[in-house]
């Protein structure tokens, strides 16, 4: 498909419409390739036809949805309600204004678009948001339901279809429901094969079955058909719970190259090396850099959540309990977010907590669950 669109630039270089197929294409092939350089020239062909085209509805479309994959939110949601000043509201650009309102925190905004999302547009990307929200809310029943519903209308076989076993996955995983979370995944492999993903869900499902051996394995060999940040902390993270020092200094090299790339590029990363620089225990001044930075550009419950883990580990007890009260106001049932948020032991009065001030001088606030007197 993709020579298709490249013959069709070819011969119509200063037509608008071929330069955003292929830019559609290539967004579409970034969802399993992550491919830097298809990044680049999306980005570049979007830009082009921008320039041919400025009121284009479906350039401002692609524009937003470049947007979202390079974590740039703020500057998606402007885009897509330009896009919405030009023409008619799509599938595609209501699911992108859900989907950066979400990221901002903005649920009430995103309940709202996504309503209107179903209204008008009844579809599997139309009841997977809606599922996502209402886990979001703490409705892991609810969003199974929305999500098996969804089902039955996603074309079968499809990629989109293969992605609603995906979530039916995570939310079974996330519900304590681990032999569901297995069978939905093993439909997602069948119908779509090849995401990188699947293997890092599997893993997760390993681990709560209690094979973190397996899972680790997974992971590794994930990581090296796929050099992804998130999926080399999450390896690390379980190495070092594990006591693995090989694969946790082979992880460590990788992640110190890929830390520089990221800095020196759309920093889309930030929250996975925020993680793993407070966990390696001697990077908290990094940690908490990259962690204010990611809850300033995306603060949703997560980067609320990982703010307060990381003022935690340097000791900043008050304000991380803030972030945290921020992080569970919507009740979300979600086992990474409870890892970030989990209450630690208040340090006694006196101790040199990791930022080297003292508890005793600070009047450091304990962290409580909540409802705790």
Same mark, same amino acid.
């Given at each position: 498909?993709?020579?298709?669109?490249?013959?069709?630039?070819?011969?119509?270089?200063?037509?608008?419409?071929?330069?955003?197929?292929?830019?559609?294409?290539?967004?579409?092939?970034?969802?399993?390739?992550?491919?830097?350089?298809?990044?680049?020239?999306?980005?570049?062909?979007?830009?082009?036809?921008?320039?041919?085209?400025?009121?284009?509805?479906?350039?401002?479309?692609?524009?937003?949805?470049?947007?979202?994959?390079?974590?740039?939110?703020?500057?998606?949601?402007?885009?897509?309600?330009?896009?919405?000043?030009?023409?008619?509201?799509?599938?595609?650009?209501?699911?992108?204004?859900?989907?950066?309102?979400?990221?901002?925190?903005?649920?009430?905004?995103?309940?709202?678009?996504?309503?209107?999302?179903?209204?008008?547009?009844?579809?599997? +990307?139309?009841?997977?948001?809606?599922?996502?929200?209402?886990?979001?809310?703490?409705?892991?029943?609810?969003?199974?339901?929305?999500?098996?519903?969804?089902?039955?209308?996603?074309?079968?076989?499809?990629?989109?279809?293969?992605?609603?076993?995906?979530?039916?996955?995570?939310?079974?995983?996330?519900?304590?429901?681990?032999?569901?979370?297995?069978?939905?995944?093993?439909?997602?492999?069948?119908?779509?094969?090849?995401?990188?993903?699947?293997?890092?869900?599997?893993?997760?499902?390993?681990?709560?079955?209690?094979?973190?051996?397996?899972?680790?394995?997974?992971?590794?060999?994930?990581?090296?058909?796929?050099?992804?940040?998130?999926?080399?902390?999450?390896?690390?993270?379980?190495?070092?719970?594990?006591?693995?020092?090989?694969?946790?200094?082979?992880?460590?090299?990788?992640?110190?190259?890929?830390?520089?790339?990221?800095?020196?590029?759309?920093?889309?990363?930030?929250?996975?090396?925020?993680?793993?620089?407070?966990?390696?225990?001697?990077?908290?001044?990094?940690?908490?850099?990259?962690?204010?930075?990611?809850?300033?550009?995306?603060?949703?419950?997560?980067?609320?959540?990982?703010?307060?883990?990381?003022?935690?580990?340097?000791?900043?007890?008050?304000?991380?309990?803030?972030?945290?009260?921020?992080?569970?106001?919507?009740?979300?049932?979600?086992?990474?977010?409870?890892?970030?948020?989990? +209450?630690?032991?208040? +340090?006694?009065?006196?101790?040199?907590?990791?930022?080297?001030?003292?508890?005793?001088?600070?009047?450091?606030?304990?962290?409580?669950?909540?409802?705790?007197?």
């Amino acid at each position: 498909m993709l020579q298709s669109f490249e013959k069709a630039l070819l011969t119509r270089s200063d037509d608008p419409r071929p330069l955003l197929d292929l830019a559609q294409a290539l967004l579409q092939a970034l969802r399993t390739s992550r491919d830097a350089r298809d990044a680049a020239r999306a980005e570049a062909l979007i830009q082009r036809a921008l320039t041919l085209a400025p009121r284009d509805f479906r350039a401002w479309a692609l524009k937003a949805w470049d947007e979202m994959n390079r974590h740039q939110f703020r500057e998606a949601l402007v885009s897509v309600r330009q896009a919405h000043g030009l023409g008619v509201p799509s599938a595609l650009t209501l699911g992108l204004e859900s989907d950066a309102l979400v990221e901002l925190g903005r649920y009430d905004d995103a309940l709202a678009v996504t309503q209107k999302l179903l209204d008008v547009f009844p579809g599997l +990307p139309a009841y997977s948001r809606a599922a996502h929200l209402r886990f979001l809310h703490g409705d892991i029943e609810g969003a199974v339901g929305l999500l098996n519903e969804s089902l039955a209308m996603a074309p079968p076989g499809s990629e989109a279809h293969a992605w609603a076993f995906v979530q039916l996955a995570e939310l079974h995983l996330n519900g304590g429901q681990i032999e569901r979370a297995e069978n939905a995944l093993a439909r997602a492999e069948t119908l779509f094969p090849g995401r990188p993903d699947y293997a890092v869900l599997r893993a997760r499902v390993r681990e709560a079955q209690g094979k973190p051996g397996e899972a680790l394995a997974l992971l590794q060999e994930t990581v090296d058909r796929y050099p992804s940040p998130d999926y080399a902390v999450t390896a690390w993270r379980l190495a070092r719970s594990l006591g693995d020092h090989e694969a946790m200094r082979r992880l460590a090299l990788l992640l110190d190259g890929m830390a520089r790339l990221d800095e020196a590029g759309d920093k889309v990363f930030r929250r996975a090396f925020a993680e793993y620089y407070a966990l390696r225990g001697n990077q908290y001044g990094e940690a908490e850099r990259l962690a204010r930075e990611e809850c300033l550009r995306r603060p949703d419950i997560y980067s609320h959540a990982l703010l307060a883990f990381v003022l935690r580990q340097a000791g900043k007890y008050r304000e991380a309990n803030r972030h945290r009260q921020a992080a569970l106001r919507l009740g979300t049932r979600d086992r990474r977010l409870e890892w970030w948020v989990r +209450p630690p032991l208040a +340090p006694r009065p006196g101790t040199v907590t990791p930022n080297g001030s003292r508890a005793a001088g600070e009047g450091i606030a304990p962290f409580k669950p909540e409802g705790a007197p």
